[in-house]
């Protein structure tokens, strides 16, 4: 607070964004959101291993544990609930894996571990991890997974569960799918394990993990991986987990409560095709897009819209009226996307940004850190993506040195990522949208398959149109179902049992190294 010359108090708003001020706010977040599990366990070494899961990691070929490895194993072998942050990369997969070989028992047919992850990337990678491991494909006498992601016929996924799968890993939307079709079933389940928590909700599996609650059995271990810990993470592990400890091996490595800063290089014409990758590829609940000229948010905010996005402007030629309209409709969670330059932009506050996009960078270096400083509020995390060209990088790296930022260079994502992600969307939404039919509705629907077979052979287009036409309504709601905020440390854990505690929850609501 200071003073002016007339004496009257000033009072002014100061956004630290250095690397250093952003590692102490992640601390002091994570500290206060979640405890150590209590009592604590001593890391666990290769040769303190259970004899099954030693065996699997001389499979695998390794000699030593990683250090997630070493701290979460102990926890999962005694069978309590965890929740562990730690960066992609960092071994996290082999962390709930290896348990799984001491915990399951080979004998009974029936699924006892089920993993959910968000892409079928993912869930390839972690499946043929498990079979490493595993010494290959099952024989009668050992472990059998099963790997269920939609976009494929159901015929190999049908023939897994048939064979007795004991772990199921895949995608939430085709393993709800196979839940209500009776496929198989979660009564023999053991183990629950969330990987990739945050990209889940991302993109929007969080209605399939909610109906798949009602068929998981009451007693069940519980863990939950995440490389960050938003709200709505936090919130996902107070409804399936049951008074979790958290470990977290992301310190001064992975963005947590904080701004996450990446820049791409592109070409001047290519970013705003570009951008829209990035929206794909992020599924941001809602952003600003900061431009340098008036002219720029004019022509964004249309191009946006043309492509399908629930985005609007505002510059200086708005009213306040016509301006006061476009920010209400973003602070109640209508509208997604606001295209704006830094001048029409003041005054702006929005708590609930989850990402910040400069689609220029700014020629001010002091606007880069009041744009950045628009995500991230209210304890939140955010991200903020620069896209630059290469004659702007120059500009863009002494801005981030001059304020002592962390920003990683990323690459474009390829065409063929973006449209397995959009896949991915449109599949989950049209399995939801088929778990809602009445036997009669399905009964109807059956009369237009055999015409359907031919246009996916003939005219694909016209079936591209139709999917297209849902996947829209996706961008329009992604920012309009709020999930309430988790409650504070000190109030998790009193209470009843886990199913206590969900009926009075409210109704609405990838990877270099595996080991």
């Known amino acids: 607070m200071s003073s002016d010359d007339s004496g009257r108090q000033r009072f002014t708003t100061v956004i630290d964004l250095t690397a250093k001020a952003q590692q102490t706010a992640r601390q002091d977040r994570v500290v206060s959101s979640f405890s150590e599990p209590d009592p604590p366990l001593p890391d666990i070494t290769i040769d303190e291993l259970p004899p099954t899961i030693r065996k699997a990691v001389d499979t695998a070929g390794w000699d030593s544990l990683m250090a997630v490895q070493e701290k979460a194993i102990p926890y999962a072998l005694e069978g309590r609930d965890l929740i562990v942050q730690s960066r992609t990369g960092s071994g996290k997969t082999g962390a709930f894996l290896l348990p799984l070989f001491d915990k399951i028992d080979p004998t009974i047919p029936e699924t006892q571990a089920l993993i959910l992850c968000p892409t079928r990337e993912l869930a390839r990678q972690i499946h043929e991890e498990f079979t490493k491991m595993a010494g290959g494909e099952a024989t009668e006498d050992g472990l059998r997974a099963a790997l269920v992601y939609g976009g494929v016929r159901y015929k190999s996924q049908l023939s897994a569960f048939k064979q007795g799968a004991h772990v199921v890993i895949g995608t939430p939307g085709r ?30 599996f969080l209605p399939a993990m ?92 249309k191009f946006l819209r043309n492509y399908g996005f629930d985005a609007s402007e505002i510059s200086g030629d708005l009213d306040q009226k016509a301006r006061e ?31 910040v996009f400069m ?108 999917v297209d036409e849902v996947y829209q309504k996706r961008n329009e709601s992604l920012a309009s179902e709020p999930m309430p905020e988790p409650k504070r440390s000190e109030d998790r854990r009193g209470g009843g049992g886990r199913n206590d505690k969900n009926k009075k929850r409210s109704s609405k609501q990838r990877h270099s190294r595996h080991r």
């Open 325 to 355: 309209r476009v920010m209400d409709r973003i602070r109640k969670g209508e509208l997604r996307f606001l295209v704006a330059t830094d001048v029409a932009a003041r005054g702006i506050d929005i708590s609930d940004l989850s990402h």
């Open 175 to 204: 393993i709800i799918d196979h839940l209500y079709r009776k496929s198989f079933s979660l009564h023999k389940l053991e183990a629950l394990i969330f990987d990739e928590a945050d990209e889940m909700l991302s993109m929007g």
């Open 359 to 466: 689609f220029d960078v700014p020629q001010d270096p002091e606007y880069f850190v009041h744009r950045a400083g628009r995500t991230a509020r209210a304890g939140k995390n955010g991200t903020n993506i620069v896209l630059t060209t290469p004659t702007e990088k120059t500009l863009l790296l002494r801005i981030t040195r001059k304020f002592d930022i962390d920003i990683k260079a990323c690459e474009i994502p390829s065409a063929e990522a973006v449209e397995e992600k959009m896949a991915e969307h449109a599949t989950m939404m049209l399995q939801q949208r088929f778990r809602d039919k009445s036997n009669l509705e399905r009964e109807r629907l059956n009369q237009f398959v055999g015409m359907i077979e031919e246009l996916v052979e003939e005219e694909p287009e016209l079936l591209a149109m139709l």
């Open 210 to 301: 909610r109906e798949m609650k009602k068929f998981l059995p009451r007693k069940r271990q519980s863990l939950m991986f995440s490389a960050t810990m938003p709200p709505r993470v936090r919130t996902l592990a107070e409804e399936f987990l049951n008074e979790p400890g958290f470990l977290s091996l992301s310190v001064g490595q992975v963005s947590v409560d904080a701004i996450d800063h990446r820049y791409y290089q592109v070409d001047q014409m290519d970013k705003d095709r570009t951008l829209v990758k990035l929206f794909e590829m992020e599924s941001p609940e809602s952003a600003i897009i900061f431009v340098n000229t008036k002219r720029d948010v004019e022509y964004l905010a």
